[in-house]
C-alpha cells in the first residue's frame, strides 16, 4: 500500500489571521451592538409577572401569553381572544416582540428538509435548518450571528462575529419551526391519527455559532426550552445537543448546570500539529485538555458524549489519525464516547474536499476496530447549502 499523502492547511496556501498579538484570531468578544427588544423568552416566569403587572396587567396574563406561545406557536394578538381588547396590542408588542422576520425558505428532500434564513431586529442574518427523519424532527438552531472562531473549513467561521444572539432569538428559531410544522409546511403530516400536532423533538447547537462562547444566553434558552408547557417548550434535555469547538473552561461550567444536554465536541484532528490549524481555538486549548473537558461531561452527567470528525481529502483522514483518535478516547476510559465522522461540505472558495468513500471506509473501521462505537454521519441539505459547516446566510 501507499502512504496516503499529508497536506495541511498552511502548506495548501491558507493563512491563518492573527490577532494584534500574533496568536490565531478569535474572537470572543462581541462588537459592541444595539441588543434585541426583551421578550418574555428572555425572562423566568417570575420575571414575567413583573412585566405583566408592570403593563397594568393582572399576574395571571402572564401564563396565557406563555401558553400562546410556548404551546400554540403564535405572537399574533388577534388570535389571543382570551385576552382583554383593551390593550391587549401594547400587551402583546411588550412581552412577544417580534424577533426574527423570513426573508427566505429553501427547501429539499421532497420537502422534509427546511433552510431558513432570519433577519434580525438589526438586519443580522441567521440561518435554521429543519429536518424530518422516521420518528423525530431535529432543528438545527443558530447561537450567534456569525462565529469568531475562525474554523477555516467552515463558511460561517470565515465571516467573523457579528454579534451574540440573545436568548429569545434562540428560542424564538424553535417555536417558528413548530409554527411551520403545525401549518404542514414540513412535508407533511406523517404522525398517526390521534396524536396531535407534530412539533420539533430534538434541537442541535450546529447552525451559525459557537454556543459556548454566549454562554449565559444559551443556558438561558436551554432552560426555556426544557421547561414544561405552558412556561417552556417542555423538550427533553437528552434530546438538545450543544456542539463546541472545545471551550474548557466554559464545558466544565456546563457540566456543572445539572442540566443534561448531549454534548458534541467538534475535533477534527486528535493531533494538535493539526488541530492547531483546523481549530484555532486549539491554541488555547489542546487536544488532551479538551479531552479530558469532554470525559468530565460524560462523568459530571452519564451522558455519552460525541465527537465530530469532518473528513477532509488527504488533511485528517488516515488510518493513523484514526488509530491516535481511538487510542486518546480508550486511555481515557470505555463506553463513555462514540465518534461522528461526517465527510465534508463544500463551502465557496475552500480549497478542500471530502474524503474518498474508500479513505472514509479504511478511518470508520479503524476506529471500529479499536473498539470506539462510530457513526457516519447522514448530512442533509448540502443541495441548499444547509449541511454543516455552509450557513453564511447572505440574502
Ligand atoms: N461552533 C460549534 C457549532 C457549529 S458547527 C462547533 O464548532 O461545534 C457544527 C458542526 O459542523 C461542527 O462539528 C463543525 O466543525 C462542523 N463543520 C463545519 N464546517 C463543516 C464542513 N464544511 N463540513 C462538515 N462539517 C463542518
Redesign the pocket.
Known amino acids: 500500500m501507499t502512504e496516503k499523502r499529508q497536506v495541511r492547511p498552511a502548506t495548501e496556501g491558507w493563512t491563518q489571521q492573527k490577532d494584534d498579538k500574533g496568536r490565531p484570531l478569535l474572537q470572543f468578544a462581541e462588537p459592541k451592538r444595539k441588543q434585541p427588544p426583551t421578550h418574555f423568552a428572555d425572562l423566568s416566569v417570575e420575571q414575567r409577572i413583573e412585566k405583566v403587572r408592570e403593563l397594568g396587567f393582572p399576574a395571571f396574563r402572564a401564563k396565557q401569553l406563555a401558553t400562546h406561545y410556548f404551546s400554540h406557536y403564535t405572537s399574533d394578538a388577534e388570535q389571543m381572544t382570551d385576552l382583554p381588547g383593551t390593550g391587549r396590542a401594547e400587551l402583546v408588542e411588550a412581552t412577544l416582540p417580534p424577533l426574527l422576520t423570513e426573508v427566505r425558505r429553501l427547501q429539499t428532500d421532497k420537502g422534509d428538509t427546511i433552510k431558513f434564513l432570519w433577519r434580525l431586529f438589526d438586519g443580522a442574518l441567521v440561518e435554521s435548518v429543519l429536518m424530518r427523519y422516521p420518528g423525530r424532527i431535529t432543528l438545527?438552531v443558530s447561537?450567534q450571528a456569525g462565529?469568531g472562531?475562525n474554523?477555516p473549513?467552515?463558511?460561517?467561521?470565515q465571516a467573523g462575529l457579528t454579534r451574540n444572539m440573545s436568548a429569545a432569538e434562540i428560542v424564538e428559531q424553535v417555536v417558528r419551526a413548530n409554527r411551520a410544522i403545525a401549518a404542514g409546511e414540513l412535508g407533511g403530516y406523517k404522525g398517526k391519527p390521534g396524536e396531535g400536532p407534530e412539533r420539533v423533538s430534538n434541537i442541535?447547537?450546529?447552525?451559525?455559532?459557537?454556543?459556548?462562547?454566549n454562554y449565559n444566553r444559551l443556558m438561558s434558552a436551554l432552560r426555556t426550552m426544557v421547561e414544561p408547557q405552558p412556561n417552556g417548550l417542555g423538550m427533553s434535555a437528552r434530546n438538545i445537543t450543544v456542539?463546541?469547538?472545545?471551550l474548557v473552561p466554559a464545558i466544565g461550567k456546563l457540566a456543572a448546570e445539572g442540566l443534561p444536554v448531549t454534548f458534541?465536541?467538534?475535533l477534527?484532528a486528535p493531533d494538535d500539529q493539526l488541530r492547531d490549524e483546523l481549530?484555532p481555538v486549539n491554541s488555547r486549548w489542546k487536544v488532551n485538555e479538551t479531552l479530558d473537558a469532554a470525559k468530565a461531561y460524560f462523568d459530571a452527567t452519564g451522558r455519552r458524549v460525541s465527537i465530530?470528525?469532518?473528513l477532509?481529502r488527504d488533511m485528517n483522514d488516515h488510518v493513523w489519525r484514526a488509530e491516535l483518535l481511538a487510542k486518546k478516547l480508550n486511555d481515557r476510559g470505555r463506553g463513555w464516547v462514540h465518534v461522528n465522522p461526517?465527510?465534508?461540505?463544500?463551502?465557496p472558495g475552500?480549497i478542500?474536499t471530502?474524503s474518498t468513500p474508500e479513505a472514509t471506509q479504511a478511518f470508520v473501521n479503524a476506529l471500529e476496530s479499536a473498539g470506539i462505537p462510530t457513526t457516519l454521519r447522514d448530512?442533509r441539505g448540502k443541495e441548499i447549502d444547509g449541511?454543516?459547516?455552509?450557513?453564511a446566510a447572505a440574502d
Open positions: 438545527c447561537s462565529c472562531m474554523c473549513f467552515c463558511a460561517t467561521g442541535v447547537f450546529m447552525g451559525m455559532g459557537e454556543p459556548l462562547a456542539s463546541t469547538v472545545g458534541a465536541l467538534s477534527h481549530i465530530e470528525y469532518a477532509i461526517i465527510p465534508l461540505n463544500p463551502t475552500s478542500w471530502a448530512t449541511a454543516c459547516g455552509q450557513l
